[in-house]
């Protein structure tokens, strides 16, 4: 007879949970990898552990969410929403990021990342979440964000120099919770 189950999936296997301090090597490697090869980021340079401890901090310290993903005892990877804007009238938006090791692409760990993402900051009262996606070729992250509710909102053209080429950013944008129906739940700072 055979069995009617199948072999696990990687989300049988996935652990989300907010990010630690001890995490900062592996995001640093898998931002490392991102930085120098891919268009995700602008950055040209890879930041350094105590560079990405200092930011890290900033959004803990801002009541920002910031989750992993682990897999098997690996961290496969990570994503965090920050301020948008400093001044005061964007406090209620936040801009998210999500970034997943190469070897864990494509098996649903950044839409359960950005899933959580997303609660965590409608449940933390923000109203609205941009994401700036490098490189209007990433399909891959166009189509993450979409199939989280994302609407893409507009393209700047040709503003970033990497890889010898010009990239284009895509902008996409998610209401949270009431969105712009009500006023905002969170004050200016």
Known sequence: MESSLSAPSITDELVLRDCEAGDIPEITAIYRHAVLTGSASFEIEPPSESEMTRRRELLITGNFP?????????????AYAGAYRPRPAYANT???????????????IGKALMTRVIREAEARGF??????????????????????GFRIVGMLQSVGWKHGRWLDTVLVQKALGRGDTASPSRAGR
């Not at 109203?127 to 979409?146: C, F, K, P, T, Y």
């Open 66 to 78: 910031y989750v992993v993903a682990i897999v098997a005892d690996e961290l496969a990877g990570y």
């Open 127 to 148: 109203r609205q979440m941009l994401a700036v996606i490098g490189d209007s070729n990433n399909r891959a992250s166009i189509r993450l964000h979409e199939s989280l």
């Open 94 to 108: 936040v801009e998210s990021s999500v970034y997943v090791s190469e070897n864990f692409h494509g098996r649903g």
